[in-house]
Nanobody
Framework: QVQLVESGGGLVQDGDSLTLSCAYS????????VGWFRQAPGKEREFVAA????????DYLDSMKGRFTITRDNAKKTVYLRMNNLKPEDTAVYYC?????????????????WGQGTQVTVSS
């Protein structure tokens, strides 16, 4: 059974950095496209970034480009989201999710397994 476990969230100051990790348990990590999403209180869940199976292709929401970087370590079955210059509006619960196709998608319906989320709070 596939499980995704996020870690690395916390309380930081405006302008700080954090790296989130998404640990995947299961044998199909090499076939998984992994995405990060976030949901702020009272808002819809939104796409943040995604990475293809081999890590060569990535996609970011425009507002994250240049600040967030998604990478993966297939040997460790882990995907990372490095977040720089964090802003209060980045405050949300961050989720990772796995989908199984040869393409990256921004659609949450594409992803089959989801983690429980990790809270990121950015204070001003």
């Amino acid at each position: 059974q596939v499980q995704l476990v996020e870690s690395g969230g916390g309380l930081v100051q405006d302008g700080d950095s954090l790296t989130l990790s998404c640990a995947y348990s299961g044998v199909a990590f090499g076939l998984a496209v992994v995405g990060w999403f976030r949901q702020a209180p009272g808002k819809e869940r939104e796409f943040v970034a995604a990475i293809g199976r081999a890590g060569g292709s990535t996609d970011y929401l425009d507002s994250m480009k240049g600040r967030f970087t998604i990478t993966r370590d297939n040997a460790k079955k882990t995907v990372y989201l490095r977040m720089n210059n964090l802003k209060p509006e980045d405050t949300a619960v961050y989720y990772c999710a796995a989908g199984y196709s040869d393409r990256i998608s921004r659609a949450s319906a594409y992803y089959k397994q989801w983690g429980q989320g990790t809270q990121v709070t950015v204070s001003s």
